[in-house]
């Protein structure tokens, strides 16, 4: 009798120590969360129609929907929020 204590004990702790490692850690879930937030905001960023604000070589200012290769370059939004947008930081 026992060796069957002595199994069932074995068995006992390794289900608990399979089960306590394949557990997440406390804090994970949260981490997983916030990373699939940031995941979809980019990938909606990413799927709204934008344009490209540049200068190009002769200072002109160009407003195109592929974004220049050797400059840089201000992606802004086809769709505009709604409202007015009143800004002094911006010289153009």
């Known amino acids: 009798m026992h060796p069957a204590w002595a199994i069932a004990a074995g068995l006992a702790l390794g289900i608990g120590a399979a089960w ?3 557990r997440e850690a406390p804090g994970q879930t949260e981490l997983q969360q916030q990373r699939a937030e940031h995941a979809a905001a980019a990938q909606a960023r990413d799927a ?4 490209y604000r540049w200068r190009d070589a ?5 407003i195109t929907d592929e974004p220049p290769k050797d400059r840089d370059y201000e992606r802004i939004d086809r769709d505009p929020a709604r409202g ?6 911006r010289a153009e």
């Not at 709204?48 to 344009?51: D, G, T």
């Open 84 to 89: 007015m947008e009143v800004r002094a930081d």
């Open 48 to 51: 709204r129609p934008s344009l």
């Open 58 to 62: 002769a200072g002109v200012l160009q």
């Open 20 to 22: 306590w490692l394949s």
